[in-house]
């Protein structure tokens, strides 16, 4: 089983930055396309954005576009979701997927694997 590991979520006020990271002992990580998904309780996961393999593609949720950015480091097995101007409707958990192919997308059935999540709260 491939196991991710999402971290940097936490508590903030309205208008701070967060920065996510995604990591992955598996080393074919590197050669997977990446998605940044959210989910409030009670409701579906819905997607945030993703990274291609090289890193040179990636896409955004309306919601989310001109606040946040996604990058990856892949010497390091890394990837980054980098939120600024944040809002309390941003507050859900977060997690990241991996797909085995090289672009990303936007349906959660796309993913083979999920990482465990990581909470981010915005206070007004």
């Known amino acids: 089983q491939v196991q991710l590991i999402a971290s940097g979520g936490g508590s903030v006020q309205a208008g701070d930055s967060l920065r996510l990271t995604c990591t992955s002992p598996?080393?074919?990580?590197?050669?997977?396309?990446v998605g940044w998904f959210r989910q409030i309780p009670g409701e579906e996961r819905e997607f945030v954005a993703g990274?291609?393999?090289?890193?040179?593609?990636?896409d955004f949720a309306d919601a989310v576009k001109g606040r946040f950015t996604v990058s990856r480091d892949n010497t390091k097995n890394t990837v980054y979701l980098q939120m600024n101007n944040l809002k309390p409707e941003d507050t859900a958990l977060y997690s990241c997927a991996a797909r085995r192919t090289i672009v990303t997308a936007p349906a959660t059935r796309d993913y083979d694997y999920w990482g465990q999540g990581t909470q981010v709260t915005v206070s007004p």
């Open positions: 990274i291609s393999r090289s890193g040179g593609d990636s």
């Open positions: 598996a080393g074919a990580f590197r050669s997977w396309a």
